[in-house]
C-alpha cells in the first residue's frame, strides 16, 4: 500500500505548529514536525519529505538560509517542493521567497482551505515533474544503447560505471591500451567537473583505425539529482552504420524505394550494382537518387553518403 505525503513542517509557534500538523494530519498527510531551521535540516538527515512548509521569520537560521542550505547540501532534494509561511505580506517580501527558489508563499494568518490547495496542487506538479524525469531517462537508456558511437561514463575519480555495447566492443578490441590512455584526461575533467564546470577535450587514440575519444566534464545537476560525471564518446570510422529503411523514411520523408537505394548507397554499394540487385534499370536508381538528393538537400553521392553516416543512431522505429 502507498504511503500518503510527508510533509515537513517547520514553525518556531509551537501552538501554530501544532495546528498545521492537526490540519495535516485530518487531510490524511503524515507530518514531521521541526521547532526552527537547525532542527529541519536534522530532520533531513532521517527522512525523505515529499514537501516542505517552512516559516521564515525563525532565529538563527531562517526560511531563506534553510533554502539556501536545502540547495546546497541536499541536491538529490531539488524535486521537492517548499512552501514558505510568514506573517510579511508585503509584495518585496514575496518577491524575495520567490527569487530565493520557494515554490510558493503564504501569509499568515493561515488559511487552511488554500494552504491545503496549495499542498496539493505543488504534490501533483512534483509527481508529473518526477514522471516526466523518469520517461526520460527510460529514453535515454534506449538512445544509449542504439548508438553508433561508444558512450563510457565515468565518476569523478575515474571509476567506469557504465558502457554501451559499442563501446564494449571497441574497448575488447583495443585491450587496455584505450582505458590507460583516457585515465589522465578522465580524471583532470572529473575534478572539473566537481567543481561545477563544464569542458572537453578530443584524443585520437588510434591513428589506423580513426578512432576517436571526445572527453566531457558534466557538472552535478540539481534538478534531477544527477551526481558529477565524466562522459566519453568513441567513435570509429568502420563502426558507423546507415539509420535503417524506416527511420530514413521518417526523418527526411523518402519513399520505401528511396530509403533502400540511399541505405545500400551509404553501405557501399555503387548505384549500378544497386540496381542489379534490385534487378532494376540504372536509370531507375539514378531516378530514385536524384529523389533522394532533392529530399536530404544534398547534391553528390559522397555527401549523401556522409550525412546518413554521420548520425549516430543505429536503429528507429
Do not use: W
Amino acid at each position: 500500500m502507498t504511503k500518503p505525503p510527508l510533509i515537513l513542517c517547520c514553525e518556531d509557534e509551537p501552538h501554530l505548529l501544532r495546528d498545521i500538523a492537526d490540519e495535516l494530519l485530518a487531510a490524511g498527510y503524515r507530518v514531521q514536525e521541526a521547532s526552527n531551521g537547525a532542527d529541519l535540516l536534522t530532520c533531513l538527515e532521517n527522512c525523505s519529505p515529499d514537501l516542505l512548509l517552512c516559516d521564515i521569520m525563525m532565529p538563527d537560521l531562517d526560511g531563506y538560509g534553510v533554502l539556501a542550505r536545502l540547495r546546497r547540501d541536499y541536491p538529490h532534494m531539488a524535486h521537492v517542493p517548499i512552501v514558505f509561511l510568514s506573517a510579511l505580506s508585503m509584495t518585496d517580501a514575496i518577491i524575495r521567497g520567490k527569487r530565493a527558489g520557494a515554490d510558493d508563499y503564504l501569509t499568515k494568518p493561515i488559511n487552511y482551505d488554500l494552504l491545503l490547495s496549495t499542498i496539493e496542487a505543488r504534490l501533483r506538479q512534483s509527481k508529473q515533474a518526477r514522471a516526466n524525469i523518469s520517461h526520460v531517462a527510460g529514453l535515454g537508456e534506449h538512445l544509449l544503447e542504439n548508438l553508433t558511437v561508444g558512450v563510457l561514463i565515468f565518476t569523478p575519480d575515474g571509476t567506469q560505471v557504465r558502457a554501451n555495447e559499442i563501446a564494449d566492443s571497441i574497448m575488447h578490441e583495443k585491450g587496455g591500451d584505450i582505458r590507460d590512455a583516457l585515465t589522465e584526461t578522465v580524471r583532470a575533467l572529473g575534478a572539473l567537473a566537481r567543481a561545477g564546470r563544464e569542458d572537453g577535450k578530443s584524443l585520437l587514440l588510434d591513428e589506423t583505425t580513426a578512432c576517436i575519444a571526445q572527453v566531457h566534464a558534466c557538472p552535478p545537476e540539481p534538478a534531477t539529482g544527477a551526481p558529477a560525471m565524466v562522459m566519453v564518446f568513441l567513435t570509429k570510422q568502420d563502426a558507423m552504420v546507415p539509420l535503417s529503411q524506416s527511420a530514413l523514411s521518417a526523418m527526411f520523408d523518402l519513399t520505401p524505394t528511396e530509403a533502400r537505394v540511399a541505405r545500400q548507397l551509404a553501405s557501399g554499394l555503387r548505384p549500378d550494382e544497386i540496381a542489379e540487385q534490385f534487378q532494376v534499370a540504372p536509370t531507375t536508381i539514378a531516378f530514385h537518387l536524384r529523389n533522394v538528393f532533392a529530399k536530404t538537400g544534398t547534391h553528390r553521392q559522397a555527401d549523401l553518403v556522409a550525412l546518413l553516416l554521420s548520425l549516430p543512431v543505429r536503429h528507429l522505429a
